[in-house]
């Protein structure tokens, strides 16, 4: 079955840090890619997206995302996080289809 | 031009009553997707729908769930007989015909007591 890793389940960082959040994909032919982010109580905003073409992806708020099609990754990134940042960051695919399979998500804590 | 519009926004139900959750995809958008989630979990794919058709229920519970999403009206998500372990935020999405723009609503935040 398609599935979609988030192997940091809690990540804790003082601002200004820089940011790291993995995605990982099973294999299954051709691949959008998103990524999610929920602050507390509210609904899942887009953050970027990779359809094709350049695999870094510039997103909203200083966020991008690498799409390295060998490792089936689609990590994201940020140099400098704000404390407003502070939210669950959900990685998400679809495979040939239009559903999307999220992970797990990340939930990052961005400490003053 | 309104986003996708969940109501309502919260739900408390008793055990054992029916739960309708609606969905009114944005203008233009054709296709309507459930998801659910959990408590400290990630969002679960339930269902798929176009206008009067379920295109993939495959994560559908196979009792006491069902959707539809009529020619006229919003998506409704209907649990019948429902049990604490319903309780959840229920989120829709939709998006046009050749689209990949999913747009996510606010979400339901279903209480069973």
């Known amino acids: 079955a398609q599935s979609v890793s988030q192997h940091n389940h809690h990540v804790i960082l003082s601002e200004a840090a820089s940011l790291e959040l993995g995605c990982n994909y099973s294999?299954?032919?051709?691949?959008?890619l998103f990524w999610y982010v929920q602050y507390p109580g509210q609904h899942l905003q887009l953050l970027l997206k990779?359809?094709?073409?350049?695999?870094l992806v510039k997103g909203i708020k200083g966020f991008e995302a690498e799409f390295i099609k060998s490792k089936f990754s689609f990590n994201l990134r940020k140099p400098s996080v704000q404390w407003s940042d502070t939210a669950e960051y959900f990685c998400?695919?679809?495979?040939?289809?239009?559903?999307?399979?999220f992970g797990t998500g990340t939930r990052l804590q961005v400490f003053p | 031009n309104a986003g996708v519009m969940q109501n309502p926004r919260h739900l408390v139900r008793r055990r054992g009553q029916e739960a309708r959750l609606r969905c009114s995809p944005m203008?233009?958008?054709?296709?309507v997707y459930w998801y659910r989630q959990l408590p400290e979990e990630g969002l679960k794919f339930m269902v798929y729908?176009?206008?009067?058709?379920?295109?993939?229920e495959s994560g559908m519970p196979k009792e006491r769930f069902s959707a539809e999403f009529p020619k006229e009206g919003p998506s409704i998500l209907r649990i019948q007989q429902v049990v604490r372990g319903d309780s959840a935020a229920y989120f829709c999405?939709?998006?046009?015909?050749?689209?990949?723009?999913?747009?996510f609503g606010s979400g339901t935040r279903l209480t069973v007591v």
């Open positions: 990779y359809f094709s073409g350049d695999p």
């Open positions: 294999y299954g032919g051709t691949v959008n």
């Open positions: 998400a695919v679809t495979w040939n289809t239009d559903k999307l399979i």
């Open positions: 729908l176009q206008k009067e058709n379920i295109i993939d």
């Open positions: 999405a939709s998006t046009g015909a050749a689209s990949y723009g999913y747009t």
């Open positions: 203008k233009g958008h054709s296709h």
